[in-house]
């Protein structure tokens, strides 16, 4: 058996026309994630009463689990909890409807909200107290304090660990495949099935893969130099 050299191309150039589905699939659960992680991670923080234990059973259960499982319980699960209300309700609302991709969405979201949690709840506890008194000193409200003081800090000290969700979501965007999301993964698996040359399709997507991760690293990194800048003598 050898390698078919052009047949990696070839596979290259279709597996290509999936990446901006894959970058949406990564990108937009990271951005509504973030606001379900920093409301998670404001109520545990505050323990706010009422919702700090349903936001610590949240992101126990979504750590504790695989994301696969996430999109197969979203997958499965929203449609027949929708079509329950939808009769007891007498909606007219068609289930069928929905595209597959909005279900990955909402659990890719959904899990994202959990882990960015974690990420922002340690850069806040992180922020000296001596700064966040001194906002309150010159008479900033709490939402002033937030939002110019704690979160600009908690985010820069956090741009590593966030870098790693990213690169973590890209790759776990691959799992929407198993229910027929056409993104790489699922777009290398049917490139392949046509001469069965499994082999040569999936390096092209590997390669597509690293591709976008050597740029969103290097992305993070020019942007992590930036924000710490005051740690680098950047700043007099």
């Not at 597509?208 to 924000?227: N, Q």
Request: charged share 10%; aromatic share 12%; net charge positive.
């Amino acid at each position: 058996m050898q390698l078919d050299y052009p047949f990696i191309w070839e596979a290259f150039k279709e597996i290509l026309t999936a990446l901006p589905l894959t970058l949406m699939l990564t990108f937009v659960p990271l951005i509504v994630g973030f606001l379900i992680g920093l409301g998670v991670a404001l109520a545990r923080i505050y323990r706010v009463k009422g919702v700090y234990h349903v936001a610590n059973g949240y992101v126990s259960f979504v750590r504790g689990t695989p994301i696969v499982m996430h999109i197969m319980l979203i997958y499965f699960g929203l449609p027949l909890l929708l079509d329950s209300l939808a009769k007891r309700y007498d909606w007219s609302f068609n289930i069928n409807g929905v595209p597959i991709t909005i279900f990955v969405l909402i659990a890719l979201s959904l899990s994202a909200g959990a882990y960015l949690s974690e990420i922002i709840r340690s850069g806040i506890v992180a922020v000296p107290s001596g700064q966040i008194e001194a906002g309150y000193s010159v008479g900033m409200t709490k939402f002033q304090v937030m939002t110019r003081i704690i979160l600009p800090q908690a985010l820069a000290q956090s741009i590593p660990n966030l870098t790693n969700i990213v690169v973590g979501f890209l790759q776990a965007s691959s799992i929407a495949f198993l229910v027929s999301v056409k993104e790489i993964t699922g777009t290398a698996q049917i490139v392949a099935s046509s001469n069965l040359k499994f082999l040569e399709a999936f390096i092209a997507a590997g390669l597509l893969y690293w591709g976008v991760t050597i740029i969103i690293e290097l992305v993070a990194s020019r942007i992590d130099r930036k924000a710490t800048a005051y740690n680098q003598g950047g700043i007099g």
